[in-house]
């Protein structure tokens, strides 16, 4: 009994902090430039992938994965660069829109540069499973949530206590007003599309030894990453964080008690069950209309 | 009677004369099929153009609706031997049921909330249709029986080209008179501002819902319409990527713009149809293609042009 509920919460942390960081991509992105990226998935594709491919190509593993992170960094400022900044301006279906014709981009050459079969990685620290209280859990678990906290942790001490990271803050309230005290706007958004793949990149190469990768993988990471976002409340960090561990966490415990056919359902249900009764998300706050 | 671009006419006039036109010299049964999906498409875009363009409310799970449609005349004929014309206009009818059931909740909700709320009823109805294996035959999808008029089966692409444009004709000339009508006044003034218009006296909710259930029916039908054509459906109809699709289309062709939704399914149609000569490189060339034509056409094709030439949108 107890084995089982901590089987299937350990794998739905894994799962969730896989959606946390998408989230939390999200938000660093929409937060600076109010841009729903949707290519988001698509960093954690070219994370686990470029990894792949790298190590099969003889580099050691930390070398591969710095490759993976870096090739996913200016992948989100050429989008940022060739992409978003001329459309700036533009309404919000519109940028949704361009973000998603840059995802099937990205996609398109992953396909021509990689192939279409499915990956895996090697676990960083072996495959045999440990023994916990009678659940079997793989030691790339770990490496998933513990990396995805650290990531976490930086981001917030990145947010709070640099001065870049309050310049990105600044911007995020007003963008107006942080140009007016000499913070370089423009500067801060292709930033926050930086550290957006990067964490990106960081979540797609964690957690390919458990879950496999391909070219593809993307689109539902993106869907999810933003049903995550919405559920936590827009903009929130903590709240992208909590909403991508609580859907990881109720896809798991769904598929393991009821049926695992609908598990990709469970996101969607618990999301829209939550916007019914909170129209703003857990942790988002109601603004007014200006007429 | 003075003939200008207001008069409530002249749109689905020119269209008519267009698409007999092209239908007379289109010259082989190819040509039709990719007239004949243009049309459909655009029937699906015009709804979808009411909520997004003239209402101001996103959809990206219109192609649920579509996928309702679709699998309406698949399953139904099959399985409980429903006429296919009585299977179509049920599946109309549980579209817009579907709509005003989760309208209701759903439209309550601003911007990016309804985006991704919309976004999640298409994928669960995907899902729906890839899992309940027994009727509708999985991710492979499932053959449709061919409608049949007096005993006639109608499977040339030729008589989906003229079925599909009198429709469309049809579709527009019904979406042209309500934009004329009171209706259509208070759904621009939502668009403007939804304070303003409840401030008004528009019954803002139910505005809302309204469309919302009359965009659901034009997509079913032309969800319908798609699967008699092709003969053959799969629950990729329904996914996100065909919501995504749809909502290019009317972005593409200008949003509260009824021929703009026309020419933007016709781009959106044909364009793949010309790159799969280039097969390997389709994805990265549609996505470029996308984003060069939403940087420098972002108010859509016929508003553009229509500026330049110097008359109001």
């Known amino acids: 009994m107890l084995s089982e509920f901590l089987q299937f919460m350990m794998s739905g942390l894994t799962v969730g902090a896989v959606y946390a960081l998408v989230a939390l991509g999200f ?38 994965a710095l490759a993976a992170i870096l090739v996913a960094i200016a992948v989100g400022l050429l989008l940022h660069r060739l992409a978003i900044e001329p ?72 947010f709070e206590r640099t001065m870049i990271g309050k310049a990105v803050l600044a911007t995020a309230s007003n963008r107006l007003a942080a140009k007016l005290v000499g913070i370089n706007t423009a500067m801060i958004m292709a930033l926050s599309f930086a550290l957006s793949a ?34 936590g409340g827009l903009g929130s960090p903590a709240g992208a964080v909590a909403g991508g561990l609580i859907l990881g966490l109720c896809e798991a415990f769904s598929a393991g008690y009821l049926s695992s056919t609908y598990k990709d359902a469970v996101a969607f249900l618990v999301m829209i069950g939550t916007l019914l009764v909170l129209p703003n998300g857990l942790f988002g706050t109601a603004s007014a209309e200006r007429v | 009677m003075r003939l200008s671009w207001d008069n409530r006419w002249i749109v689905p006039g020119l269209l008519l004369l267009v698409i007999v036109a092209i239908g007379l010299i289109l010259p082989s049964s190819y040509y039709y099929r990719v007239g004949a999906l243009v049309l459909i498409s655009a029937l699906a875009v015009v709804g979808l153009n009411l909520l997004l363009g003239y209402a101001g409310q996103v959809s990206l799970g219109h192609a649920g609706f579509v996928g309702i449609g679709a699998y309406a005349v698949a399953v139904l004929p099959v399985h409980f031997n429903v006429p296919t014309p009585v299977a179509l206009l049920l599946g109309a009818f549980f579209s817009c049921l579907v709509a005003l059931a989760i309208g209701r909740p759903i439209l309550r909700l601003r911007g990016h909330f309804l985006a991704v709320a919309t ?114 459906i799969t629950p990729d109809s329904a996914g996100f990527l065909h919501s995504v699709e749809l909502v290019t289309m009317v972005v593409l062709g200008g949003m509260g713009s009824l021929i703009g939704s026309v020419v933007g399914a016709a781009v959106l149609v044909i364009l793949p149809q010309a790159l799969t000569l280039f097969h390997e490189y389709e994805h990265l060339m549609l996505g470029v293609f996308i984003i060069l034509i939403m940087v420098f056409l972002r108010d859509g094709i016929v508003p553009t042009l229509l500026q330049r030439l110097g008359r109001k949108p």
């Open chain 1, 198 to 231: 990067a964490i990106g990149a960081i979540a797609g190469l964690l957690v390919t030894p458990i879950t496999l990768t391909s070219y593809d993988v993307g689109t539902m990471l993106a869907l999810k990453g933003f049903a995550a976002v919405v559920l």
């Open chain 2, 119 to 232: 976004l999640g009823f298409g994928v669960l109805v995907a899902m729906v249709l890839t899992n309940e294996i027994r009727w509708t035959g999985g991710p492979d999808g499932m053959t449709v029986k061919r409608l049949e008029i007096l005993g006639e089966r109608i499977r040339t692409p030729q008589a989906w080209y003229w079925i599909a444009g009198f429709t469309l004709v049809i579709g527009i000339t019904i979406a042209q008179n309500l934009l004329n009508s009171p209706t259509g006044r208070a759904l621009r003034a939502l668009h403007d501002s939804e304070v303003a218009a409840r401030v008004a006296g528009v019954d803002v909710a139910r505005m809302k819902l309204t469309v919302f259930a009359i965009s659901a029916v034009y997509a079913s039908v032309a969800g319908s319409y798609l699967a008699l054509l092709n003969g053959h």
């Open chain 1, 87 to 158: 459309a700036r301006g533009a309404s919000p279906v519109v940028l949704i829109i361009i973000t998603i014709g840059g995802a099937f981009v990205i996609r398109g050459v992953a396909q021509i540069v990689f192939d279409k079969q499915l990956h895996r990685l090697p676990g960083f620290s072996g495959e045999a499973p440990i023994n916990f209280l009678g659940a079997s859990i793989l030691p790339q678990t770990f490496w998933v949530i513990g990396g995805a906290a650290v990531i976490v942790l930086l981001v917030t001490l990145f």
């Open chain 1, 27 to 64: 938000t660093i992105i929409y937060n600076a430039s109010d841009v729903v990226n949707f290519s988001q998935g698509e960093f954690v594709m070219l994370g686990g992938m470029v990894t792949v491919f790298g190590t099969a190509a003889g580099l050691p593993l930390p070398l591969a």
